[in-house]
């Protein structure tokens, strides 16, 4: 996110052709100080928005086949989660261009960057909700407690995270866009930019990072204590909250891989925000950040929603449906087969890659070919 805002530093140093801290940026132009990263940041963004709405999309039809997946914090946090990343990346794309940043007014200004930090902190937060789902099911077995505040996760998320950064509409004395530099312009005094814009954005997602850091490390060491011990429940494996010791029985093989599949897909959860928001937190810790690390803080953040859907067609809870498409799949490509086999002689012939070869070749390279 362009949010390494320049209410701490001095604006001249990053005009023109200015170094940042001895790397010496492309000169202004479309794209700013991003250059053709910005061009990058296009596709990216382009492809998080793509398949944001996939797992959008994709979650409704379920849903509505089977309505108890609604009951899956994971399902409804990643749906919420890439609603988040759509609005952000699509607030990205227009960040990326100067002209269009150019034109827009102070107040329009301050909505947009309120929009992307509502959605940046949004996604902490829900991310932060599956961390507390797996610190009360895996880490600390208080299943009633996580029933209990689990349907509030999204509406919770979504109304503090735009609560909390809302103060961006009118906190700062001028908001500005700065098209050589390519940033949000806070004008203010010193102490007091750095103090509001940690206690309406940064301090918050930095918690979280913190938070989901010490929940990844503790629930793979904890599922790595249930690997050790065998275990195996007489539930569905992916609900980690019911592998108690009491119940656990002697794992097959294939059952302990399955386990250790689910512990790692979990585990994902957290780890997106640690590799998304890390680099653009420490980014607003430096008064000037060297090139390398402005261009990474805006390009990876726009990589949530790409992350996000790799996350959720891991999720356990879609593991039948996995299943049941690729059985399909494969059955599609038998019926293929058989149809082919089918083929009359003179059918045949159409495919021959020569028409100077006997049909005896043709026949011979037919068990060959396959379609998976």
């Known amino acids: 996110m362009n949010q390494i805002v320049l209410s701490i530093v001095d604006v001249a140093s990053r005009e023109g052709s200015a170094p940042v801290n001895g790397t010496k940026p492309p000169p202004a132009n479309l794209h700013g100080v991003l250059g053709d990263w910005a061009v990058v940041g296009y596709g990216i963004n382009i492809c ?8 959008i999309f994709t979650t409704i039809v379920l849903v509505f086949r089977n309505r108890s997946l609604i009951a899956r914090p994971s399902m409804r946090i990643s749906t919420s989660i890439a609603a988040c990343d759509m609005v952000y990346s699509v607030c990205q794309m227009f960040i990326f261009n100067n002209d269009y940043m150019k034109q ?68 700062f004395q001028t908001v500005m866009w700065i098209p050589s530099a390519q940033v949000f312009y806070l004008k203010d005094e010193l102490e007091i930019s750095r103090r509001n814009l940690w206690l309406i954005q940064w301090m918050w997602i930095f918690v979280g990072i913190v938070f989901l850091f010490f929940v990844a490390i503790f629930t793979y060491l904890k599922m790595s204590q249930v690997w050790r011990e065998a275990s195996a429940t007489h539930g569905a494996p992916e609900k980690l909250d019911l592998l108690d010791t009491a119940t656990l029985n002697a794992l097959s093989e294939e059952r302990k891989k399955y386990i250790r599949s689910v512990t790692l897909r979990v585990t994902c959860y957290p780890i997106i925000p640690i590799v998304t928001q890390t680099l653009l937190v420490v980014g607003n810790l430096l008064a000037a950040p060297p090139y390398w690390l402005f261009v990474l803080s805006n390009v990876l953040p726009s990589t949530q929603g790409t992350l996000n859907f790799i ?31 089918r083929l009359s002689d003179s059918e045949s012939t159409r495919h021959l890659p ?3 070869l ?13 379609y998976v």
Request: aromatic content about 14%; glycine content about 4%.
């Open 48 to 55: 998080s928005i793509v398949l944001s709405a996939v797992v």
């Open 104 to 171: 827009l007014s102070e107040t329009r200004l301050r909505v947009m960057l309120w929009i992307m930090s509502g959605s940046s902190v949004s996604f902490v937060f829900l991310s932060s909700c599956m961390g507390i789902q797996l610190l009360l099911t895996v880490l600390t077995r208080n299943s009633h407690w996580a029933g209990v505040i689990q349907p509030y996760y999204e509406i919770t998320s979504f109304f503090l995270a735009f609560l909390i950064t809302h103060p961006y509409l009118y906190v």
């Open 311 to 341: 996350v959720y067609c891991m999720n356990p809870a879609l593991d039948v449906y996995r299943k049941s498409l690729m059985t399909r799949l494969r059955g599609t490509r038998k019926k293929k087969v058989e149809k082919f086999d």
């Open 354 to 356: 020569s028409p100077s």
């Open 358 to 370: 006997p049909s005896s070749a043709f026949s011979a390279q037919k068990d060959d070919y396959t």
